[in-house]
């Protein structure tokens, strides 16, 4: 239990006590091995897992829509944007990491881990082409998309008398796995029968189904599949199931 904080009002014999939260949650990345089976819906194994020290003070997250507008000749007007798919999630964040308390290195290991995130795992390298372990932002209650470590950038800011050094601050890129581990078509029907995804903020429908099969126009198929009357009202977090692609074509 955390030591409560005693403080006195000026000019007032009484005081009042303040105990800090214990509840505090730590960030961490979880490492899995990527599905030997393929498809997007989930992780193999988990590998391990790589905390952080100190929470991060901000995380970046963009995501990118592909518009095309159809202009008719002789015609200084254009139609309205058509959606031709999106871009994966991109998540950034920073990693202060410290082993002045120890002075070991601890701090060398985690991004020798970090970077080990950047290069295919020894397993999927024995069976195939190469893909990256998949990771997981998780923070408390959240728990992010899945996501491949698309960059590491490691500062090391301070060593011992012997050279090791004992902090550094890290720059992490995350991108959001989409389409097949080891870079297979999405429209070659290679998807794994009813695959599923959890919603994120900025993911339609046009959107999954362009990810899924490659063609935007099929996002029908994903609102039958999962009873969506209102495809513009989608809530983050929720998961949808997505149907094969040779089950979306034989219904048509």
């Not at 970046?60 to 008719?72: G, T, V, Y």
């Not at 991004?111 to 997981?136: I, M, N, Y």
């Not at 209650?141 to 890290?170: D, E, H, I």
């Not at 389409?179 to 599923?196: C, K, M, V, W």
């Amino acid at each position: 239990m955390a030591s409560p904080i005693t403080f006195t009002s000026a000019g007032s014999p009484r005081t009042a006590s303040y105990a800090a939260p214990t509840n505090l949650q730590r960030a961490a990345l979880a490492v899995h091995s990527p599905p030997k089976a393929g498809g997007v819906a989930k992780p193999g194994g988990l590998l391990h897992e790589i905390p952080f020290q100190f929470n991060p003070k901000e995380l970046a997250l963009s995501k990118n829509a592909k518009w095309e507008r159809d202009r008719q000749p002789n015609n200084a007007k254009s139609g309205p944007p058509e959606f031709k798919g999106a871009d994966p999630v991109k998540l950034s964040l920073e990693l202060f990491l410290d082993a002045t308390e120890h002075m070991d290195d601890s701090v060398v290991r985690t991004v020798e881990q970090l970077f080990a995130c950047c290069v295919p795992t020894e397993d999927s390298r024995q069976h195939g082409k190469g893909s990256p372990p998949w990771v997981v932002f998780k923070w408390g209650g959240m728990t992010g998309f899945p996501a491949y470590v698309s960059s590491v950038n490691a500062r090391y800011t301070l060593f011992t008398p012997a050279g090791t050094p004992v902090r550094a601050t890290c720059s992490v890129a995350l991108e959001e796995i989409a389409g097949e581990p080891g870079g297979q078509n999405p429209t070659s029907g290679a998807l794994a029968a009813r695959d599923s995804h959890v919603l994120v903020a900025g993911d339609t429908l046009q959107s999954l189904a362009f990810q899924a099969y490659g063609d935007a126009g099929l996002w029908r198929a994903i609102a039958e599949a999962n009873d969506v009357d209102d495809p513009m009202r989608l809530r983050p977090g929720t998961r949808l199931l997505v149907p094969a692609l040779e089950e979306v074509r034989g219904g048509q």
